[in-house]
């Protein structure tokens, strides 16, 4: 495949006319379906990754794979030559592990990110989409969560992720580097990591499902959450290539409708058995997505009870 590298000042890569596109946590629960389907388009893709939550088998052989940890400057300084596009997906994702290891956490998530957000600068990036969280909006006093609502963090980890916002942002004010946030609300579907205490509710679920145990409710299951098939999620960031305002703004990308956990459990089937809640997390989130619909074109299009459905299917 042709790479064609970016130029200062130039465009943001597009299907038609190829590009070398790098993507941060490429081994990773996201970062690997997006790898999948930027090679789909026609992108030549370079990967990051140090292995701390990816999986080497999960990276695309059509891919270039550079392992490397994005806190040092010096080790990836070179991936980012000829690339038109960045999407930093690398992360050490989950509230509770930030809880405990919030130093670690913030190394990767906010030093990470500033370090990649550098090296981009300075090998002429044009674009620059980050993973956002959710998790910044905290409890807010109503529903849905809007872009222009104060952020409210109830963990370190949704604290560091708005931090990364905001130097996203930052360097498309300082720098004129085309950026964006993609706040993604509650990401499932196949790949998703499912072992160890930081996993997610859908995957603790259906590994107890799968092992005959009880499914584990943390709280008394009223709580809800948007889910956001992976899927969908990957559609908006393939729009956010080219779409024409890239201004450091963040743009929410979820379903649009909240489950309860208790429904979820439901939709799993078995018994289930009540665990302590979880600290620093809100008891709803729910997405609108005006924005994304009205800036990305961009809409969800698999439910929970369809990616469920598939990925039980699957086994």
């Known amino acids: 495949m042709k790479v064609q590298p970016a130029e200062k000042g130039g465009r943001a890569p597009n299907a038609e006319r190829g590009g070398l596109v790098l993507v941060t946590g490429g081994a990773g629960f996201i970062g690997s379906h997006l790898v999948d389907a930027l090679i789909g388009r026609g992108f030549a893709v370079r990967v990051i990754d140090n292995f701390a939550t990816g999986r080497p088998e999960q990276v695309n052989p059509a891919a270039e794979l550079i392992r490397a940890d ?20 690398a992360a050490l994702p989950r509230v509770p592990i930030s809880i405990e ?3 670690e956490t913030h190394m990767t998530n906010v030093v990470g990110t500033l370090t990649v957000l550098v090296a981009a600068r300075d090998a002429g990036v044009k674009r620059f989409i980050y993973s956002g969280s959710s998790s910044v909006y905290g409890t807010q ?8 609502m104060t952020p409210n963090p109830m963990s370190p980890y949704a604290l560091q992720k ?18 964006l946030t993609l706040r993604y609300f509650n990401v499932f579907g196949p790949r998703m990591t499912e ?3 930081y996993s997610t509710v859908i995957s603790s679920f259906l590994r107890a499902r799968r092992a005959g145990q009880p499914l584990p409710i943390n709280g008394d ?4 959450r948007d889910f956001t098939h992976v899927r969908d999620v990957v559609r908006a960031s393939l729009l956010a290539l080219d779409c024409p305002l890239a201004d450091g703004r963040a743009l929410n990308i979820g379903r649009g409708r909240a489950v309860s956990v208790k429904r979820l459990a439901e939709l799993v089937g078995g018994p289930t058995v009540l665990c302590p809640p979880r600290i620093g997390e809100p008891l709803h989130t729910l ?3 005006t924005q994304a619909r009205e800036v990305l074109g961009w809409q969800s ?5 369809e990616g469920i459905a598939e990925l039980q299917a699957a086994g």
């Open 195 to 197: 072992g160890g205490a």
């Open 301 to 305: 299009e698999i439910g929970v009870e």
């Open 101 to 103: 290891r919030p130093i």
């Open 162 to 179: 708005l931090v990364g916002e905001q130097y996203t942002r930052l360097f498309h004010q300082l720098y004129a580097m085309e950026t």
């Open 141 to 148: 006093l109503a529903l849905p969560l809007r872009e222009d």
């Open 221 to 224: 299951g009223e709580q809800t």
């Open 287 to 289: 997405a609108d997505c």
């Open 70 to 89: 994005i806190r040092n400057l010096a080790a990836i300084r070179e991936a980012f030559n000829a690339v038109a596009c960045v999407f930093h997906v």
